[in-house]
């Protein structure tokens, strides 16, 4: 007796684009240990759907990240080193000893390398510095697929300074009557 057929599964539907560039900016800047944000590289850790960092005194200096505002991140690769990914976050400080502060320095303390006072850190991050949460909102203006044509490395500062000239005329005979002794 023939079975009935069922019916083919009919395929789950394809993810839009605005999920799988969510999806790529979390993964992308949870495996990354460094990220520039507004330029800066810094050291972070990504908590609860955010990018979270240290900034203040004998921490890392981001210029221009205020309660409120936007930030611009940019994530390397991990494999490559290059580029992957430029996100727009909105950037909020996270009170002292409240439930987000706690939850992020617990996880930041860990991260830290090399600090002086690594027990007394979450009391000096208290007093001293401010942790930054900077959530993904806006735009992803670069992705795989969506990349400028130029590298985005700053061009040097003209200088005279130079380390290119050419080499004395006695020299070879020098460097030869060396190798002979």
């Known amino acids: 007796m023939p079975t009935p057929s069922t019916p083919p599964a009919s395929p789950a539907p394809a993810p839009s684009a605005a999920a799988e560039l969510s999806a790529l900016v979390e993964e ?6 460094l990220v520039w ?3 800066q590289a810094v050291w972070h850790l990504w908590l ?3 990018l979270h960092l240290v900034c203040g005194p004998g921490e890392q200096p981001v210029p221009g990240l205020t309660d409120g505002g936007t930030a611009t991140v940019t994530v390397r690769s991990k494999d490559k ?3 992957l990914v430029t996100w727009t976050a909105r950037v909020e400080v996270l009170a002292p000893h409240g439930e987000p502060w706690e939850a992020a320095v617990g996880e930041l303390k860990g991260k830290r390398l090399n600090a002086v006072d690594a027990e007394a850190v979450p009391s000096r991050w208290a007093a001293d510095c401010q942790v930054f949460r900077l959530a993904p ?8 697929g969506a990349m400028p044509d130029g590298s985005g490395a700053a061009a040097p500062v003209p200088t005279p300074a130079t380390t290119r000239q050419a080499a004395p005329a006695g020299l070879p005979k020098l460097l030869a009557r060396r190798r002979r002794t």
């Not at 992308?28 to 240990?33: H, N, P, V, Y």
């Not at 909102?137 to 795989?144: K, L, M």
């Open 37 to 39: 944000v507004n330029g």
């Open 137 to 144: 909102a806006g735009p992803v203006p670069e992705h795989p």
């Open 81 to 83: 080193g290059g580029r």
């Open 28 to 33: 992308a800047t949870k495996k990354s240990g």
């Open 48 to 50: 609860d759907g955010g």
